[in-house]
């Protein structure tokens, strides 16, 4: 049997690591150089455990915010999206704030179907002083999301944690599509 299909929208704030998660989920043994901030947003493609994905990476710039509701809204739409993959800075504090104001937004749009799941990933881990998992999950509210999520703590940096949530991420992704339901 060949492999399933799968779109997903990688969002958050700029600065925040979205790119570099993104390319140590391509590349899990490769440190990550190079990434410079995106401009709008940048299409890729990439193959975990039968799935091939196909992913907006999106820039978190906020002149480009609005492309977050924009993209997800005409690509789930079209052909569906089977996740969404929010990434804070867990060592600004500050910016978590206004990246939760940012995640009610979408969640409020109602043309983003609740079938979706949110993977988050709480980057930077690495950095001393960082907010804890717990720090993170209570800033963005998630014990009262209304979805299915999970929260893992990463570093685009290191690598840690990142495959861990891509994993989980495809094992409902399957099931959704086995399912028929996305
Ligand atoms: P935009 O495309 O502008 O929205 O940003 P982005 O979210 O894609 O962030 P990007 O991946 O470009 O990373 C921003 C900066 O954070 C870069 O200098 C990265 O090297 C750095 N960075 C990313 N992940 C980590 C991490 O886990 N730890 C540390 N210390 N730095 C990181
Ligand atoms: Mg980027």
Same mark, same amino acid.
């Given at each position: 049997m060949g492999n399933s299909s799968a779109k997903l929208l990688l969002i958050g704030l700029d600065n925040a690591g979205k790119s570099t998660i993104l390319a140590r989920i391509m590349e899990p043994d490769e440190s990550v150089n190079g990434i410079t901030p995106t401009i709008g947003y940048k299409k890729d493609k990439f193959t975990r455990d039968g799935v091939d994905y196909y992913v907006l990476d999106m820039s978190g710039e906020s002149k480009y915010r609005d492309l977050w509701q924009s993209n997800a809204t005409t690509i789930d739409d079209k052909d569906k999206i089977h996740g969404i993959i929010f990434v804070v800075d867990s060592s600004d504090k500050m910016r978590i704030r206004v990246a939760k104001s940012e995640l009610d937004l979408i969640l409020e749009n109602? =043309?983003? =179907? %609740?079938q979706i799941p949110f993977l988050f990933y709480a980057n930077k881990c690495d950095i001393k002083g960082a907010c804890t998992l717990e720090e993170v999950q209570d800033i963005l509210d998630l /014990? %009262? @999301? /209304?979805r299915e999520y999970q929260i893992v703590s990463c570093s $685009? @940096?290191? $690598? /840690?944690g990142v495959q861990e949530g891509i994993q989980w991420l495809t094992g409902l992704v399957k099931l959704m599509i086995e399912s028929g339901s996305r």
């Amino acid at each position: 049997m060949g492999n399933s299909s799968a779109k997903l929208l990688l969002i958050g704030l700029d600065n925040a690591g979205k790119s570099t998660i993104l390319a140590r989920i391509m590349e899990p043994d490769e440190s990550v150089n190079g990434i410079t901030p995106t401009i709008g947003y940048k299409k890729d493609k990439f193959t975990r455990d039968g799935v091939d994905y196909y992913v907006l990476d999106m820039s978190g710039e906020s002149k480009y915010r609005d492309l977050w509701q924009s993209n997800a809204t005409t690509i789930d739409d079209k052909d569906k999206i089977h996740g969404i993959i929010f990434v804070v800075d867990s060592s600004d504090k500050m910016r978590i704030r206004v990246a939760k104001s940012e995640l009610d937004l979408i969640l409020e749009n109602r =043309s983003i =179907s %609740n079938q979706i799941p949110f993977l988050f990933y709480a980057n930077k881990c690495d950095i001393k002083g960082a907010c804890t998992l717990e720090e993170v999950q209570d800033i963005l509210d998630l /014990k %009262n @999301l /209304k979805r299915e999520y999970q929260i893992v703590s990463c570093s $685009g @940096l290191t $690598g /840690k944690g990142v495959q861990e949530g891509i994993q989980w991420l495809t094992g409902l992704v399957k099931l959704m599509i086995e399912s028929g339901s996305r």
